[in-house]
């Protein structure tokens, strides 16, 4: 099982970004799909999911600014970023999971991608 992430990059406080995470090795279709980041110096943290059902979850943080979404036809899903702040810069992870709970809980997730780097200018 793979979990390749990428769109990352540098952009503006304001700008957007979409990050994809493609999956192989699995039916991304049928796994809840996570999103994490951990900035320097900080804990990993829970940015928002995507169920098996398109149920979508996000910390409060990101509400209104970020869209979870999947195509399964690609075995992708992806992290659309708007009104991106400084505060959002990290290191971006996707993560998969067959379970269902928590969907904001690390421990809950069974497979992870490398991450990608996502900075924010003021």
């Known amino acids: 099982v793979q979990l390749q992430a990428s769109g990352g990059g540098l952009v503006q406080a304001g700008g957007s970004l979409r990050l994809s995470c493609a999956a192989s090795?699995?039916?991304?279709?049928?796994?809840?799909m996570g999103w994490f980041r951990q900035a320097p110096g900080k804990e990993r943290e829970f940015v928002g999911a995507v169920r098996w059902n398109s149920a979508t979850y996000y910390t409060d943080s990101v509400k209104g600014r970020f869209t979870c979404s999947r195509s399964n036809l690609k075995n992708t899903v992806y992290l659309q970023m708007n009104s991106l702040k400084p505060e959002d810069t990290a290191v971006y992870y996707c993560?998969?999971?067959?379970?269902?709970?928590?969907?904001?809980?690390?421990?809950?997730?069974?497979?992870w991608g490398q991450g990608t780097q996502v900075t924010v200018s003021s």
């Open positions: 090795g699995i039916a991304a279709g049928n796994f809840n």
């Open positions: 993560a998969a999971t067959s379970r269902i709970g928590s969907p904001s809980l690390p421990n809950e997730y069974k497979y």
